[in-house]
């Protein structure tokens, strides 16, 4: 089992920066891919950004240039970067792993809430 518990949600004004954390309960070099999903009011839920054992990045056309997916192998932790924030950037963020022995997890989710 991975347990992921995130942090570094919040509200902030359009603009706005924000980072979020993802730490593993396992070491992460055993996870082929860590990413964050979100999920809108009445929205289904959403890749924003992913990243692999081998550190490639894909992300969200609608965060490109914006927001920055990172991990810290020695602190099992993976961060996302969240710059020039907008209101339609609000949703709860969910941080995903795929384990290569165990499937995937998911955190109980963040809430990002970005005002006017």
């Known amino acids: 089992q991975v347990q992921l518990v995130e942090s570094g949600g919040g509200l902030v004004q359009a603009g706005g920066s924000l980072r979020l954390s993802c730490a593993a309960s396992t070491s992460i070099l055993n996870i082929n891919a860590m990413g964050w999903y979100h999920q809108a009011p009445g929205k289904q839920r959403e890749l924003v950004a992913l990243?692999?054992?081998?550190?490639?990045?894909h992300y969200a056309d609608s965060v490109k240039g914006r927001f920055t997916i990172s991990r810290d192998n020695a602190k099992n932790t993976v961060y996302l970067q969240m710059n020039s924030l907008k209101l339609e950037d609000t949703a709860v963020y969910s941080c995903?792993?795929?384990?290569?022995?165990?499937?995937?997890?998911w955190g109980q989710g963040t809430q990002v809430t970005v005002s006017s």
């Open positions: 995903y792993a795929a384990h290569n022995s165990y499937g995937a997890f």
């Open positions: 990243i692999t054992s081998g550190g490639s990045t």
